[in-house]
């Protein structure tokens, strides 16, 4: 099944973090990447912050990988990575708060899938209306408008 992620970073050496992220979650996925798109950077969104590195990346995974356990190893990889445990920030007005990483793994897309759970929204809610998640998936994704329908 093809998987498709969004790598950023905007804290330390951004591009090594990038690279390290790409090496490790290909240990913790057991396959390298198919696909990966040039890297660009971002300004922050929705913060003010240092500015991103981003890039999007192709994995083609077992049929049988569970979407939690792709999750549950992102998120072992963030944290290898410097990057607190995930639980979200909310704001007084219930707004979420994002601020500064050292790496943010983000799923975009698996296979045809549609996927709406507490953990995880497949295709992310953000991939085809930030910039620095699209711009990279349309470089390695050539059907990625088909999810606009």
């Known amino acids: 099944m093809e998987v498709y992620f969004s790598l ?8 090594a973090n990038i690279e390290k992220a790409i090496t490790r979650l290909s240990v913790a996925l057991e396959a390298g990447p198919e696909r990966l798109s040039s890297i ?5 969104d929705g913060f ?4 991103f590195l981003n890039c999007a990346a192709l994995y083609i995974l077992p049929d ?25 920030e909310f704001d007084a007005q219930g707004k979420r708060v994002y601020s500064s990483r050292t790496i ?3 799923i975009l897309l698996i296979g045809d899938k549609r996927i709406e759970t ?5 295709p992310h809610p953000g991939a085809f209306t930030r910039s620095y998640m699209i711009e990279p998936l349309k470089e390695i994704c050539p059907d ?3 999810w606009l329908k």
């Open 118 to 122: 507490p953990r995880l929204s497949v």
């Open 40 to 44: 660009m950077e971002t300004p922050s």
């Open 104 to 106: 943010d793994i983000d």
């Open 64 to 88: 049988e990988m569970s979407p939690d356990d792709i999750l549950d190893r992102c998120q072992k990889v963030e944290q290898k990575l410097g990057r607190p445990a995930h639980e979200a």
């Open 144 to 146: 990625w408008d088909k």
């Open 8 to 15: 950023g970073s905007n804290l330390g050496c951004r591009l």
């Open 48 to 51: 003010d912050g240092p500015a």
